[in-house]
């Protein structure tokens, strides 16, 4: 499935070579060649990147599409005690790669794209305990938050949980702390602790990123 979207990505479009660049990321050589395809006559602009990352003996490539903040794309995070560089591959979805023997530990991709529907857009993630936050909207606006349990597998929300759309999330010791609006369009903070948060998961999490109800 996610083949096949980035190969549908690139069918029909004439892409030319921008720029290539390295950064070390988590221990990580990380060399990214950007491509560009521009049409101002249809107004489309599309991008493309094979991405090599390498460290020691081990080399992992793969391709990806849509857009990116190239030189920002790349996450380390430490799940179990290992580090792990999230990451992603189309505008949706999201990867973990183990950075000790770059071998891919989980790719997620949104099944609703393949059917022409919009998903959650991830640019930021960072950890908090055992789980994963990601920061992210759909197309720009509104910006909300969501959990990532990697054992089980299930995303919660935060929006929903918080009842605000955040405009910031940030990690203090055992609280997470979303800055956003309420629906009076009052700049309000609510925190929610881990165990809140893991109570949620068990009870309301799912198997894919969902849009807020609120």
């Given at each position: 499935?996610?083949k096949?979207y980035i190969?549908?990505y690139?069918k029909?479009f004439?892409?030319?070579f921008?720029e ?6 988590g ?9 560009l395809c521009?049409?101002f ?15 020691g003996?081990?080399v ?9 903040d ?8 430490v ?7 999230c990451?992603?591959?189309?505008l949706?979805g999201?990867t973990?790669?183990d950075?000790?023997?770059l071998e891919?530990?989980?790719d997620?991709f949104?099944?609703?794209?393949t059917?022409?529907q919009?998903s959650?857009?991830?640019?930021d ?10 920061s ?14 990697h ?6 929300n935060l929006?929903?949980?918080?009842g ?7 990690v ?19 925190t929610?602790t ?5 109570m ?6 799912t198997?894919s990123f969902t849009?807020p109800?609120?």
């Amino acid at each position: 499935m996610l083949k096949q979207y980035i190969e549908d990505y690139q069918k029909g479009f004439e892409f030319f070579f921008c720029e290539r660049f390295t950064q070390e990321i988590g221990g990580v050589l990380i060399t990214v060649e950007v491509w560009l395809c521009e049409n101002f006559e249809r107004n489309e602009r599309r991008q493309k990147a094979r991405v090599t990352m390498e460290k020691g003996d081990a080399v992992y490539q793969c391709e990806c599409v849509d857009v990116h903040d190239w030189k920002r794309m790349v996450y380390p995070l430490v799940i179990d005690g290992k580090t792990v560089l999230c990451f992603r591959k189309t505008l949706y979805g999201f990867t973990l790669l183990d950075a000790e023997t770059l071998e891919e530990v989980y790719d997620y991709f949104p099944s609703e794209v393949t059917e022409g529907q919009e998903s959650f857009i991830m640019v930021d993630a960072v950890m908090f305990h055992d789980l994963i936050l990601f920061s992210g909207c759909y197309w720009a606006w509104p910006y909300w938050s969501v959990a990532y349990d990697h054992q089980s597998k299930r995303f919660l929300n935060l929006c929903d949980v918080s009842g605000i759309y955040d405009d910031a999330l940030a990690v203090e010791s055992d609280e997470i702390v979303l800055t956003g609006r309420d629906d009076k369009d009052q700049k309000v903070a609510v925190t929610l602790t881990y165990d809140e948060v893991k109570m949620q998961l068990a009870a309301q999490g799912t198997t894919s990123f969902t849009e807020p109800s609120i």
